[in-house]
T-cell receptor, first 113, second 114 residues
């Protein structure tokens, strides 16, 4: 089983749509969870951390289900500028310390007019 | 807003040559990292560094790799004898705290080994 697994997409949605991405992780000892965004050939940019209670930042809502080892990201009212690859990222005790980020392969989102 | 910077943005080198990739982490951050991303693949952890020593490294980070903080601002990744398969984007990142803290990435250095 992959350490962090995501549906690669692409998700093709019209402007204004609501889209949801899911992610599962294999190590129950994982401690911290993030969503990053990556534009083509650019660096990963932190979108938001994910907390057990769920958290929201404007149009973006992230949820964590520790029991199911499942993380989600919901984007409401999609904009053209949301087109990117969304990376599910876990920081946990996979093989040693806690300061190693494990990246999923990413889910590609394309928002069209 | 403070950011991580990296130089050069693109480095072309011949197989067997040594390269040094440079990074300036965010100034009040204490933990530094290198990651790489081969074209079309996911981002992979290489090494983490704190208090002038490696705190963790992956199996990719073999003897041909080394890291150094030569002064108060720079953080470098050296590849001693490059191979074709070292061609990738190399990202530097930094964070304030150790466990669970958010890591911020630099724009990357594209390394092409010919």
């Amino acid at each position: 089983r992959k350490e962090v697994e995501q549906d690669p997409g692409p998700f093709n949605v019209p402007e204004g749509a609501t889209v949801a991405f899911n992610c599962t992780y294999s190590n129950s000892a994982s401690q911290s969870f993030f969503w990053y965004r990556q534009d083509c050939r650019k660096e990963p940019k932190l979108l938001m951390s994910v907390y057990s209670s769920g958290n929201e930042d404007g149009r973006f809502t992230a949820q964590l289900n520790r029991a199911s080892q499942y993380i989600s990201l919901l984007i409401r009212d999609s904009k053209l500028s949301d087109s990117a690859t969304y990376l599910c990222v876990v920081n946990g005790k996979f093989s040693g310390g806690y300061n190693k980020l494990i990246f999923g392969a990413g889910t590609r989102l394309a928002v069209h007019p | 807003e403070p950011e991580v910077t990296q130089t050069p943005s693109h480095q072309v080198t011949q197989m067997g040559q040594e390269v040094i990739l440079r990074c300036v982490p965010i100034s009040n951050h204490l933990y530094f990292y290198w990651y790489r991303q081969i074209l079309g693949q996911k981002v992979e952890f290489l090494v983490s560094f704190y208090n002038n020593e490696i705190s963790e490294k992956s199996e990719i980070f073999d003897d041909q790799f080394s890291v150094e903080r030569p002064d108060g601002s720079n953080f470098t990744l050296k590849i001693r004898s490059t191979k074709l398969e070292d061609s990738a984007m190399y990202f530097c990142a930094s964070s304030e705290e150790y466990q669970g803290s958010e890591q911020y990435f630099g724009p990357g250095t594209r390394l092409t080994v010919t």
